[in-house]
């Protein structure tokens, strides 16, 4: 298994950026597919962004497509979530979560960091 742990997070201004880190421990990180999934307060979790196990292929839900970037480096066994153009409905808990599978779904993930707190000032 693999244990993952987000950084980051923090307060930022509408059009602002931040970057969150996930560093994971155990399981090498690259035999995992890593996601983002947000959750808002009050709201279902949702799926963010996804790549795979090299780096590869990305997939990004629409809401963020264009301003969320998604990497990894595996040698460093951390996965990243550049933000830019932040928007007040991007304000969420932000997970990094991981699966063997590129999956989309924000429930379907195996493994899953503590979260860090994203918040978007208008």
């Known amino acids: 298994q693999v244990q993952l742990v987000e950084s980051g997070g923090g307060l930022m201004q509408a059009g602002g950026s931040l970057r969150l880190s996930c560093a994971a421990s155990?399981?090498?990180?690259?035999?995992?597919?890593m996601g983002w999934i947000r959750q808002a307060p009050g709201k279902e979790r949702e799926f963010v962004a996804v790549?795979?196990?090299?780096?590869?292929?990305?997939v990004y839900a629409d809401s963020v497509k264009g301003r969320f970037t998604i990497s990894r480096d595996n040698a460093k066994n951390t996965v990243y979530l550049q933000m830019n153009s932040l928007r007040p409905e991007d304000t969420a808990v932000y997970y990094c979560?991981?699966?063997?599978?590129?999956?989309?779904?924000?429930?379907?993930?195996?493994?899953w960091g503590q979260g860090t707190q994203v918040t978007v000032s208008s």
């Open positions: 979560a991981a699966d063997t599978s590129m999956v989309v779904a924000a429930t379907e993930y195996d493994y």
């Open positions: 790549i795979s196990r090299t780096g590869l292929y990305t």
């Open positions: 155990g399981r090498s990180a690259s035999y995992y597919s």
